[in-house]
């Protein structure tokens, strides 16, 4: 098991938490995913991806985005 941390931008509210998570879990190897939504539109909300496999940051990526989110930074 390993631990990525990511920081993503837009997420205002439990809506948006839902939409993250949901496309996040959707990623082959992705055990859990917990978010820790920021008080401020302008600051970005941290999210914890527990993963079983190898999971790319394109993939993050493109399920951040797919959920209407940006992907500011990842961090392993």
């Known amino acids: ?4 941390n990511l920081e993503v931008k837009g997420m ?3 809506h948006c938490v839902m939409s993250v998570e949901e ?7 992705v055990e859990s995913v917990a978010v820790e939504l ?3 539109d302008q600051e970005p909300s941290r999210v914890t991806v ?3 496999a190898d999971v790319t940051d394109d993939a993050l ?3 951040i985005a ?5 992907l500011v ?4």
Do not use: K, P, Y
């Open 50 to 52: 527990t993963t079983s």
């Open 23 to 29: 496309e996040l879990s959707e990623i082959n190897g």
């Open 12 to 14: 205002t509210c439990g």
């Open 1 to 4: 098991m390993s631990t990525i």
């Open 66 to 70: 797919e959920a209407g989110f940006e």
């Open 61 to 63: 990526g493109d399920a």
């Open 38 to 40: 920021a008080s401020g």
């Open 73 to 76: 930074s990842v961090s392993r």
